[in-house]
């Protein structure tokens, strides 16, 4: 299968309007693929405790943070999410010259959730994902099915300060810190010369691979890359795009404007087919530690959980497939055949989705601008959001 998938960005002052830093990302999975989001409190565990991920079971930390997640619903990590301490992370699939068909191991997407479960900072996030990779490696399908679909990972993360781009190769790895500016990823590496962490053993594995040969400058996305560009000419068609819709907007990005980067349908960001963007995520993280910060998500409600039962838990794996649709996610079916199907009507529905947004925009702007006196107000937010768009669809 060809890179086909993400694009991620970040937005740091002086790129934005205001003193607040803008993270987005699509997900783009199969079309029929249900994406949830879910929450998951801050918890406590006992020694020895250990965290069942999608393929693998590994140590548990003492205590992890809470958690927004938007994830595929058949398996444990994530897409895309934050934290309690304003940790934002996306991921991109990554293909270069060291082979991605290894055995099971952590997911990208698991990386993503233990990255956000266990780091107050973005740059603590690179620290654990990539002394998990190094332990415990990446590897397993990706999509909920049985044939085999693997890839690396790069991720962008960011906290109230800063970000950071970290790309891997097997267990190998590089990260750039970002301190200002805007930032894009798509399915492409895109680290060259600036490496400010990196795997010890990262060059001399390239070098000894023949891929480098020792004397002259190391250009990261050089060395790890394939040697022809063939299989991610898509990948740098949308990262191209992004760069350039950044740019257009560049001190004057917003929540608002990066939800029309994620929406853009000519650049192949916001993608349509069997392969298409099923969630996307903006957050609007306030450089002012007492300030809140805000997650917009598109996507549903948590779905029911299978269990043990499920079929991705069970060897061989992925012999069936559950219904995993829920309420929203069926509305959404609907309300896509529509728009596809009837012109008026469906024009109707977007506008009404449109003021619904706009509506909410407005009331996260005072959020944004005050702290919060009564947190407690806000536990219902997400869920009265979704009520709300199902009430909308239930009218149209």
Known sequence: MLPSSCDTFVALPPSTEGPYIIFGKNSDRPSDEVQEVVYFPAKDYAAEEKVECTYIEIEQVAHTYAVVLSKPAWLWGAEMGANEHQVCIGNEAVWGRESADGEEALLGMDLVRLGLERADT????????????????QGGSCLEDECSFTYHNSFLISDRVEAWLLETSGTYWAAEKIQGGNRNISNQYCITTKIDKEHPGMREYARSNGWWDGKTGFNFATVYSYLTTARIESAGSRYCEGKKLLEQRNGHITAEVMMQILRDKDSGINMEGMFMTTGSMVSVVPTDPALPAVHYFTGTPDPERFGPDDPVKKK???????????????????VAAIIDTHKDRGQKIIEGMRQLEKESLKEMEGILSRSVDEPDLLVDLFSLSVQKEISLYSKS
Request: charged share 35%.
């Open 316 to 334: 061989p794996r992925f012999q069936s497939k559950p219904d995993r649709k829920h309420p929203l996610f069926v509305k959404h079916e609907l």
């Open 122 to 137: 973005a740059e603590k996030a690179v620290t654990v994902i990539t002394e998990l990779l190094e332990k415990y490696g």
